[in-house]
């Protein structure tokens, strides 16, 4: 199981009786309890909460946890967490996913590659090639 765990800094909470519409950008973490609707661009966390009500074209953030109801397109860069109860229409993509029982889930999922930990400027042609092949059984 993934912890989601909002990283420090600074916590935002849009409440049960707010209502936003547009566009939104955040560096730190979001917290949505109310009604959503737009874009959001992020490379901070976004937890999604049971109240929740999201209306997107596209949601991409460094993790994102939903616990709401969230249709449109979700794109988490490392983590993507979907727990029981929630609803989400659209696609996802993530380098992790996990999605719990008792969510409807109506979409296709990307799971994205990481990258290789390594300075490719110190390799060889050989250790480089090694790094960037992916082997599957």
Known sequence: MYSFNMKEGNVTVLGQKTEFVGELEFSDNLVITGIFEGKIQSSGNLRIDKTAKCQVSQIAADSIFVAGAVTGDLHAASKLEIASGSRVV????????????????????????????????????????????????
Do not use: W
């Open 90 to 137: 659209g696609d996802v993509s993530a380098l992790r996913l996990r999605i719990d029982d008792n969510v409807d889930f109506h979409g296709q999922v990307t799971m994205l590659e990481a990258s290789p930990d390594v300075d490719i400027f110190s390799l060889t042609a050989a250790e480089y090639k090694k790094a960037c092949t992916i082997y599957r059984e």
